[in-house]
Nanobody, 124 residues
Framework: QVQLVESGGGLVQAGDSLRLSCAAA????????MAWFRQAPGKEREFVAR????????RYAESVQGRFTISRDNAKNTIYLQMVNLKLEDTAVYYC?????????????????WGQGTQVTVSS
């Protein structure tokens, strides 16, 4: 059974930093690209960032480019999302997802497995 477990969310102030983690189990981790999505209240879930299986190829949503960094540690079956200079509009539930395809997917329907999410709240 595949499990993706996010952690690291919390309540921070605008301008602060936060690092999210997602631990994967039950899948051959290096066969999957991994991504972060987020869903704000009243909005659809949106793509945030993606990293390929080796970690050398990343892609970001325009809204987080330059502020967020996605990375992975294949020895630990874990991905990370380092977030700096957080803004009020970054408030959302953050989900990690796994994609067996090598194509650079950015829509949620193309992902095979999902975590339960971790809440990030940015206050002024």
């Amino acid at each position: 059974q595949v499990q993706l477990v996010e952690s690291g969310g919390g309540l921070v102030q605008a301008g602060d930093s936060l690092r999210l983690s997602c631990a994967a189990a039950g899948l051959t981790f290096t066969r999957y690209a991994m991504a972060w999505f987020r869903q704000a209240p009243g909005k659809e879930r949106e793509f945030v960032a993606r990293v390929n299986w080796a970690g050398g190829n990343t892609r970001y949503a325009e809204s987080v480019q330059g502020r967020f960094t996605i990375s992975r540690d294949n020895a630990k079956n874990t991905i990370y999302l380092q977030m700096v200079n957080l803004k009020l509009e970054d408030t959302a539930v953050y989900y990690c997802a796994a994609d067996k395809s090598s194509l650079t997917h950015t829509t949620e329907v193309e992902y095979d497995y999902w975590g339960q999410g971790t809440q990030v709240t940015v206050s002024s």
